[in-house]
């Protein structure tokens, strides 16, 4: 399984766009890359998945470069609810158990 | 609401007592999953199934926790002669065999605190 590396913590402002970078350096060639998010006392939301290059939906973009070591979850103009922790995954879709690692917990100020 | 559910969401028990926790995939979903999260720490995969089959089982899931999912549809996540161990959130999640991703959609999950 590939390891993810990701940082603990990050702190942003309501407004900003802030991003997430994760490393995993032993991807598969079969691996996609997943990211959650989630809140405290809540189970973990979908938020995006990617194999390469550029991924885009209505909450995040995911930025995967051509040697795909690395992503990078954006989140644009963040709010105060965006105060989470966010988990990137890597993984065969095939594979039936997630391995979460301990996530970046990112907190917005006002 | 068409998301996954548990019941119930929390969940006090003393030491050496049994519980079980249901949880309701979403209805087209034919894969379920169950995983166990401790404070500060990502979700640990538990077991899954396809349909009414228990495909997988990590090494977590020792010989008190036994799960079911007997018509295909709901789950059932028993643990016998809870330890103090045993306090975590207990999470469920499913997934359509062959949707686009295959992504896993989670419930809100069932604290359990083994006093």
């Known amino acids: 399984l590939a390891k993810t590396t990701q940082p603990i913590s990050m702190d942003s402002y309501e407004g900003q766009e802030v991003n997430i970078t994760c490393s995993h350096n032993n991807i598969a060639t079969n691996d996609y890359i997943t990211w959650y998010q989630q809140f405290p006392s809540q189970g973990p939301r979908f938020i995006i998945q990617g194999y390469k290059t550029k991924v885009t939906n209505e909450v995040a973009s995911l930025f995967i470069p051509a040697d795909r070591k690395s992503s990078t979850l954006s989140l644009p103009r963040v709010s105060l609810s965006d105060t989470a922790v966010y988990y990137c995954?890597?993984?065969?879709?095939?594979?039936?158990?997630?391995?979460f690692g301990s996530g970046t917990r990112l907190q917005v100020q006002p | 609401d068409t998301g996954v559910s548990q019941d119930p969401r929390h969940k006090i028990t003393k030491r050496g007592q049994n519980v079980t926790f249901r949880c309701d995939p979403i209805?087209?979903?034919?894969?379920l999953y169950w995983y166990r999260q401790t404070l500060g720490q990502g979700p640990e995969f538990l077991t899954y199934f396809q349909n009414e089959a228990q495909l997988e089982k990590s090494r977590l899931l020792s010989d008190r926790f036994s799960a079911e999912r007997p018509k295909g549809s709901f789950s059932t996540l028993e643990i016998q002669r809870t330890e103090q161990g045993d306090s975590a959130m207990y999470l469920c999640?499913?997934?359509?065999?062959?949707?686009?991703?295959?992504?896993?959609?989670f419930g809100p999950g069932t604290r359990l605190l083994v006093l």
């Open positions: 209805s087209e979903h034919n894969r």
């Open positions: 995954l890597v993984g065969d879709t095939g594979r039936r158990a997630l391995t």
């Open positions: 999640a499913s997934s359509l065999r062959g949707g686009i991703e295959e992504t896993q959609y």
